[in-house]
Nanobody
């Protein structure tokens, strides 16, 4: 099982980023997939989820209306489109199944400057 996240970076408040996650080693299309984020000293929090069939996504309240999760089952890739970014969105972002497996990728750092 492997997760490789990419697409993070430094962006100004109000900007946008698109994160990608390449998942492999299991049948990605058979799982609900999620994005999580973590800041230093805090637990990893669920940000967004998308069901195995790509049904109605679920979002944490603070990102609803600004973030959009999608998936490409054929490629085993999960995306997170992030708009209207805020400094409080600064974190390391990870993808995983939901509920998450014990294996995690390295994540991708998102830094939003004010």
């Amino acid at each position: 099982v492997r997760f490789v996240e990419s697409g993070g970076g430094l962006v100004q408040s109000g900007g946008s980023l698109r994160l990608s996650c390449a998942a492999s080693g299991f049948t990605v299309s058979s799982y609900t997939m999620s994005w999580y984020r973590q800041t230093p000293g805090k637990e990893r929090d669920l940000v967004a989820s998308i069901s195995l069939g790509g049904g109605v996504p679920q979002y944490e309240n603070s990102v609803a209306g600004r973030f959009s999760i999608s998936r490409d089952n054929a490629q085993g890739t999960i995306f997170l489109e992030m708009n209207s970014l805020r400094p409080e969105d600064t974190a390391v972002y990870y993808c995983n199944t939901h509920p998450p497996r014990t294996v995690w990728g390295r994540g991708t750092q998102v830094t939003v400057s004010s």
